[in-house]
Each structure stands twice: as C-alpha cells, then as structure tokens.
C-alpha cells in the first residue's frame, strides 16, 4: 500500500509539469485525491468484521473472501498476496 501512496503523491507533485499534456485537471485532481482516500480509509478485512459497524449480511461476504482466499493458497497452491485483503466503505447500499 505504501508504494502506492507513493505512486499517487508522485502523480500529484508531477500535476503542475503536465500542464502541456491536455490533461484535464478538473477531472484529474478529483480523481487522485479519490484514490489516496480509498488507499488512507481501507482497513484489514479481520479489523472491518470485528469493528460491528457493519450489516450481518456484509460480514458474512467479507467471511467468504477470507474463506476463498484461504481455499486457493490451501488446495489449489495459489499465490494470494496482498489480494482480497482490504476493505473499503464506499459508503453504498
């Protein structure tokens, strides 16, 4: 995650450099500051289940992901990384 905190706050810092690239900031700026939100607000899907802020039903799906993701790297020998392990409220439904 950091590398991509990383990656974001390179982008920004580049922004004003840009200016001859007809790179449309008012789309641009929204969209990066979108993403180091999501990147600073995703928690542990472990701490998002035992945080009880959220529906059962939302649990239960951040329980299977777990499962799967446990499942692949047990049975099947796959690599799972980092993947499937964050979770982030966008704030719907």
Do not use: H, W
């Not at 449309?24 to 998002?48: H, K």
């Not at 499962?67 to 719907?92: H, I, K, S």
Request: aromatic residues 10%.
């Amino acid at each position: 995650m950091r590398r991509a905190i990383a990656s974001l706050l390179v982008a920004i810092f580049a922004l004003p450099f840009a200016g001859g690239c007809g790179i449309d900031y008012e789309y641009l700026v929204p969209v990066v500051f979108g993403q180091l939100d999501i990147l600073t607000s995703s928690v542990p899907l472990e701490e998002a289940i035992r945080s009880g802020e959220l529906p059962d039903e939302e649990v239960a799906k951040l329980r299977l992901i777990q499962d799967v993701r446990e499942y692949a790297g047990r049975e099947m020998g796959l690599n799972t990384g980092d993947n499937y392990t964050l979770f982030y409220d966008a704030g719907e439904g």
